[in-house]
């Protein structure tokens, strides 16, 4: 079976509440998939970026929610700034997300299953190691061409389908991954989502904790990584230990 688990063909979202044509069909098309690129939006922030009016961004919504292709929730506590009640923001649901999945998911997981079933668990995980290991030998020259590590590699994970983009965090970063093309086979088999870490982390060269993962019912996929120890910060913790040895 390929290693290439993944597919970036999006499909024309047609909703049930009503029968949209033409101009509408492509707008509405338009807001799925940048909710699904750029991960949970406000409205006012997808009019903004999509150039369409607070009515019109609304009714596209509604009208997206009512069909179960997105859902309105609270904003992640981080993405809160100043006082007020912060605006809900809208996320892609399982539903929606099937419309943009790779067709050939179920016979990835039912391949999965055949071998689970018939060689033993073990061969799974030497499939998802495997995988990960084709991430790391495929992102390692874009990687050894920057500076900046965590930087090129959201823009790697993007060019594989990931529409992945980078935060800044608390001592660190986080890379989130607003799209996962395998996301429907790695809910049954988390193999894929552990070995994948290990593979950024083998890749930025540091500990890297995965905070939540769309194949769990999360919004996105979360990488936090901490920064790394300057030289200076490395040197002074060597001297504070060799003092606590000389004691």
Known sequence: MSLELRHNTVVKIATSSQAPVG??????????????????????????????????????????????????????????????????VFVMTDTGREKFEHSYDDLAVSALKFMASQSGEHLVKSFAKSRADEIVRKATPTLSKRSNKVNA???????????????????????????????????????????????????LGTHVQRLATIAHGDGVCTTYIPALATKNEKQSSKKTSNAGKAK
Do not use: M, W
């Open 23 to 88: 101009e509408d069909l492509r707008t509405r098309d338009a807001v799925a998939r940048s909710i699904l690129e750029n991960g949970p939006s406000s409205a006012a922030v997808l009019g903004e970026r999509l150039g369409l009016t607070p009515a019109g961004i609304r009714r596209h919504l509604d009208l997206l929610v009512a069909d179960g292709v997105l859902e309105a929730r609270e904003p992640h506590a981080t993405l809160v700034r100043g006082r007020g009640r912060p605006s809900k």
């Open 153 to 203: 590699l959201a823009g790697f994970l993007t060019e594989q389908g990931f529409a992945a983009s980078v935060a800044p965090r608390a001592k660190g970063e986080e890379i989130c991954q607003h799209h996962c093309p395998i996301a429907h086979v790695a809910a049954q088999y988390p193999e894929l989502c552990e070995a994948e870490t290990q593979a950024f982390s083998e890749l």
